[in-house]
């Protein structure tokens, strides 16, 4: 992984300085709340429903073991015993006091870590695939792109008071696990004709109110002109992006209000103007970045193992963990592990601070002391040996890590909802938990094979419900909270936005009408069909007829 | 008069800001684009400095014809969260070459002061409520940075690669 220098550091221990000044002052009334907003924001900072929320930077959702148990740490010193993994990689502390969060950013700075720029109007912390660097398809690993990017955005001096967020996602192959195509720019590293590698650029993807899917804005970037492109694309929003009103504000509202050519001249025209300047990368530079992400040095008499193959004849449990929630790796004799964070009764995402330590410790014993997070909320192990599997597995599963539910119905991806949240309007994490209730055979789960529900508690989507196979979106109505259901939307490769099933449905009926909208797909399905290919060939109306069949 | 803020230094400030129609007064002005495009010939015989003040949605492009002769363009921050004058600052510094004064104007508060002068603007005249001292101390609140702008700092690679031939240097 990147390893900070001096440089680096000292960057951090300077804003450390600084927003513990900025705090102080807010907290002796020489700010105000008003002037004191935007600057707490830009250092992860929320006031909540019960308390301020912090959110810590994961660059690119990867963390060594030492910041996991720093994390740890912190959850039991300042915070209630757990964190919040978010779909953008990022962990949330939804408990710290106010005048502790200087020495929380402290304690980060430490282990080389901070909240730069986890909320606010600015450029925020840069995603990328989960599986870069262990996938065999992947045509170069996105995440020296987006350290280079980190480097570029942070505290930067132009970019730092936008219009409304900007979010940036990073892939290396042709599959798409970080939702690229709901940024407000997805950069997929791509190969040209002639076999040079560099960027695809997408832009004015996102969700929220307006959901957008992005659009091509250039086929093909090279690499030394990544910052310089982004710069421009980054300047034409700045200058030209509404912010009369922050519901039109975001750069998907421009690029539309524009159309996609008369943007693309805009960046273009601006981007001649400063390509050959100081910010061309040159190679020295990405080859330096690059070597933080070298491939550890894999065993190579790992493929040889033959106790895993025995260990799943003999455990079916241990077989059904592998299936689910271990992944292929492109070195022989390795998986990529799943650390699930949706057991039953616990919010998605939820880790206690025990659980950290352990992860962190089990990923010292078996992954190369890395871990990382991933879109949907849980953690990864990437480099564990088939021979170690059934040895990790059982130690997951003492510490509750080891739902095998990867992939499947309850892998829901959730935001913290009215529980937590001031913007939300209805309950996620209570639905979540009746959906868990409801579908408590995993067998049923398995035979359903591969679905995503995404779950927001208000319209501006931060559980990404236009997105999910099936959507679910909290809506209050006479003071209830009401569901509105999406079908089809996928936020991979195939990016579609969900189509509405209909009228919002009772907060009691969520988990039936998701039983009825499964028994659909089980009497239409084909052979192995997964369910988002049988919605898209069967399209929405059996679904509605079904759930809002009259059953009195 | 708002405190005026040059050089690392709290100066004097008589620059009077005036509307389209308001009467030139004695001493130094600024006047809006719009202005500044309709009158420029009889603004050039006023006895003291005319600037031209850009509206945040204004394109600084439009002044590249005036550049050499004017010594003052004031960008305004109607609110501190409005970071478009960061752009326009930038533009002039770095594309249009100008090498006069760039005054911020507006909610000019001490924590966007590095901000703003990492884009070029090198004068600032505080709000209201601002304390001048913290103000002037805020230009060393941040050492460290990442990326080139308009005041010099190349990309953080090249600072990096300056660092590793000094110590190479030395041994």
Redesign the interface.
């Known amino acids: 992984m990147y390893r900070y ?1 001096e ?1 680096d550091r ?2 951090v221990r ?2 450390v ?2 927003f513990r000044d ?1 705090t102080r002052r807010f907290l002796a009334g ?1 700010l105000t709340e008003e ?1 004191f907003k ?2 707490r924001l830009m250092n992860g900072l929320y006031i909540q429903t019960h308390a301020p929320m912090l959110r810590v930077a994961i660059p690119y959702g990867l963390l060594s073991s030492e910041q996991l148990r720093r994390l740890a740490h912190i959850a039991r010193s300042y915070d209630r015993n757990y964190g919040h993994f978010t779909t953008r990689q990022n962990l949330q502390f939804n408990w710290p006091r106010l005048e502790d969060v200087p020495d929380i950013l402290a304690e980060l700075a430490e282990v080389d870590m901070h909240a730069i720029q986890t909320s606010g ?1 600015c450029i925020r912390n840069v995603t990328a695939d989960h599986l870069a660097g262990v996938n065999a398809e992947e045509i170069e690993d996105p995440r020296p792109y987006c350290e280079i990017i980190r ?12 219009p409304r967020k900007f979010k940036i996602a990073v892939t290396g192959s042709s599959r798409d696990r970080a939702a690229s195509q709901v940024h407000d720019i997805g950069l997929h590293l791509v190969k040209s004709a002639g076999g040079e590698v560099g960027f695809q650029v997408l832009v004015g993807g996102g969700l929220g109110r307006t959901p957008v899917i992005g659009k091509p804005l250039r086929e093909f970037l090279g690499k030394c002109d990544l ?1 310089s492109y982004l710069e421009a694309i980054l ?1 034409v929003y ?2 030209h992006g509404r ?1 009369d009103n922050k519901y039109k504000a975001r750069i998907k509202i421009l690029v539309n209000a524009l159309g996609i050519d008369a943007f693309r001249r805009e960046v273009e025209a601006e981007w001649i ?2 390509r050959e ?3 061309k ?2 190679q ?2 990405i080859d ?1 970045v690059t070597a933080f992400f070298a491939p550890p040095a894999y065993d190579p008499e790992a493929r040889y193992d033959s106790s895993f193959a025995e260990r799943q004849t003999s455990d079916k449990a241990f077989a059904s963990w592998v299936k689910r929630n271990t992944r292929a790796h492109k070195v022989p004799g390795y998986r990529v592990v799943f650390v699930s964070l949706k057991a039953p009764g616990v919010p998605p995402g939820d880790i206690t601070d025990t659980q950290m330590d352990a992860v962190a410790e089990l990923a010292d014993q078996f992954s190369g002391g890395m871990i990382r997070s991933a879109h949907d909320q849980n953690l990864i192990l990437a480099d564990v040996k088939l021979a170690d599997l059934y040895e990790l597995w059982q130690a997951l599963e003492a510490r509750g890590l080891a739902h095998a539910n990867i992939g499947t119905l309850t892998d829901m991806i959730c935001c913290p909802g009215l529980d937590f949240c001031q913007l939300a309007n209805a309950g996620s994490i209570p639905i979540a938990h009746q959906i868990n209730e409801r579908f408590d055979n995993l067998d049923y789960l398995y035979d359903l094979g591969d679905i995503r529900i995404n779950m927001s508690g208000c319209m501006n989507a931060c559980g990404h419900h236009h997105v999910g196979h099936i959507g679910i979106l909290g809506v209050e109505k006479n003071g209830e909270e009401w569901y509105q259901f999406t079908l089809g939307g996928s936020s991979a490769e195939d990016a579609t936005l969900g189509e509405r099933l209909g009228p919002a449905i009772g907060k009691a009926e969520v988990a039936e009408a998701i039983a009825r909208i499964l028994d659909v797909y089980v009497a239409h399905r084909e052979d192995e069909e997964p369910f988002l290919a049988t919605v898209r060939r069967i399209g929405i109306t059996p679904f509605k007829e079904r759930v809002y069949a009259q059953t009195h | 008069m708002p405190r005026l803020i040059k050089n690392h230094q709290l100066v004097e400030n008589t620059t009077q800001h005036l509307g389209m129609d308001d009467a030139l007064p004695g001493g130094d002005v600024t006047v809006p684009l719009s202005r500044w495009q309709a009158e420029r010939e009889r603004l050039r015989f006023h006895p003291h400095r005319v600037g031209v003040r850009l509206a945040p949605d204004e394109d600084p492009g439009e002044l590249v014809p005036d550049l050499e002769r004017l010594s003052l363009i004031a960008v305004v921050f109607p609110a ?5 004058a ?3 600052a ?1 533009l002039l510094r ?2 249009h070459g100008y090498r006069g004064e760039i005054r911020a104007l507006g909610d000019v ?1 001490r ?2 002061l ?3 002068a ?2 070029g603007i090198d004068a600032f005249e505080l709000a209201e409520n601002e ?1 001048s001292e913290a103000a002037l101390a805020a230009f060393r ?9 308009a005041d010099g700092h ?8 300056l ?1 590793a031939e000094r110590r190479a240097s030395r041994t």
Do not use: K
């Open positions: 220098d440089i000292e960057l300077q804003r300085a600084q900025q020489e002037q935007p600057l109007n480097q570029w955005s942070t505290l930067h001096p132009e970019f730092s008071f936008l910052l300047r700045n200058r912010r103007a400063i300047g100081a910010l990368l040159d020295a530079e330096r | 501190f969260t409005d970071g478009r960061y752009s326009q930038r770095e594309r508060l924590d966007q590095q901000f703003m990492r884009c304390n609140q941040m050492e460290v940075h990442y990326q080139p702008a190349g990309p953080v690679w090249r600072q990096r690669q660092a």
